[in-house]
């Protein structure tokens, strides 16, 4: 007998966690922003174009512009600006997803680049598992499609990565800390007392383990306890920043638009969690 066991995939399967956060068909939607960045990937399938190139998706950060054209597939890392021109002439699915090796890192979170390619059986396939009846099922299609992309999308460093899951087992009370109870309160001050060192120790050390400073860590969370709770259609603005602890409702809206690029009324209309404005 000759078994040739795959030890490390286990593991990997238990920290590798893919979490839908939006999905949803497009028939009729508009949108010109200049530059706007989510805590969540993007994944764009147009199965009806414009019959020009007025839809566009841009990425400044590495000088990518892609037409939107039917049978396309788009694909937007989480945290990354871009510039999408959208008109109702256009249809597509749209699929919101984070894809993390532990909570709080996503694998495509440090990635600067858009990714692009004819595939209509592809949109054909998404559009398909959405439009299944039986939403279990749908689930599991689209999670089988997201899984397929992102194995042929995944960053080239892979062995960073398997750095950073190593080291992440070191920090668990703290990632635990800030998945449960992190809010606009936490400090990195209060991290680092959870490890019993001093701030400045805290920060270099976990830096350099995990790939992110502490403060863009609890930013990034907070942005995404933020987004999901702005997803749930009605949520009223006030009432997010009340449970995530900001002092008012003036400074989550200038907290969320920092590092998105748009309000947080503006995030809820283009997801349409919010009706437009009569």
Known sequence: MQIDRKEKLPPLQALNQLRLAYAAIVHAYECHPSASAMSVNRLLLVFRDAGTDACTLRNPAAGQEFPLRAGGLYFIPCNLPVGLDITPDIAFVSLQFNLDLFYGFDLFGSSQTCESRQAPERVSEAKAAL????????????????????????????ADLQRHLAAS???????????RQGD???????????????????????????????????????????????????????????????????????????????????????????????
């Open 131 to 158: 439009e299944d009846p039986d939403e279990l099922r749908a689930l599991c299609r689209v999670n089988a499609l997201l899984f397929d992309l992102c194995a042929a999308w995944l960053p080239p460093r892979t």
């Open 184 to 278: 606009a309160t936490t400090t990195v001050e209060e991290l680092a007392s959870r490890m019993d060192q001093r701030p400045d120790v805290f920060s270099r050390t976990f830096t350099r383990d995990l790939g992110v400073t502490p403060k863009d860590f609890l930013s990034n969370t907070l942005l995404r306890k933020a987004s999901k709770m702005l997803l749930v259609p009605g949520t009223p603005i006030r009432e997010v920043a009340r449970d995530l602890r900001f002092s008012s409702e003036y400074y989550f809206s200038r907290f969320f638009k920092k590092h998105t690029g748009q309000s947080p009324k503006a995030f809820q209309q283009a997801t349409g969690s919010r009706p437009p404005a009569a």
């Open 169 to 179: 087992r070191h920090y668990t009370a703290v990632l635990d800390f800030v998945r």
